[in-house]
């Protein structure tokens, strides 16, 4: 029981946190969505520990679980589209397919330069 009460508050508390940055973008008019700057603040605070991990872990662990079912609305709309998928699926797949690796490829580079540039300033 005090598991669950933990998750659903720190789930709340990303929800709360996300509205308060949707918001707070629409009124500075900024040119970036608020999700991506709640996630940047987030990813600050957590960096200068004003925010500790544990206080976010368990909702973010339980988001990141359940992200799947997210997806699953998309997936189920491309049946409204079969005429295009019967003309361009093969193609369709193939971009996105090769934008995948595309995006592995760069995380796995820029993963590699950061943990080297990590090794070169302790090392």
């Keep these: ?15 709360g946190f996300s509205w308060l940055m949707n918001r707070l973008a629409e009124w500075l008019h900024l040119p970036v969505p608020g999700s991506i700057l709640g996630m940047i603040l987030l990813f600050m605070l957590l960096q200068a520990k004003i925010i500790p991990r544990k206080c976010v872990e368990s909702g973010s662990d339980w988001l990141i679980a359940t ?57």
Aim: glycine share 10%; with cysteine.
């Design 67 to 123: 992200m799947l079912l997210f997806f699953i609305p998309p997936a189920v709309g491309i049946i409204g589209y079969r005429q295009l998928m019967m003309n361009a699926g093969v193609q369709i797949a193939l971009v996105i397919a090769l934008g995948t690796i595309i995006v592995m490829l760069c995380s796995g580079l820029v993963a590699q330069q950061v943990a080297k540039r990590k090794e070169g300033s302790h090392g």
């Design 1 to 15: 029981m005090r598991y669950l009460t933990k998750l659903m508050l720190q789930i709340m508390f990303f929800i």
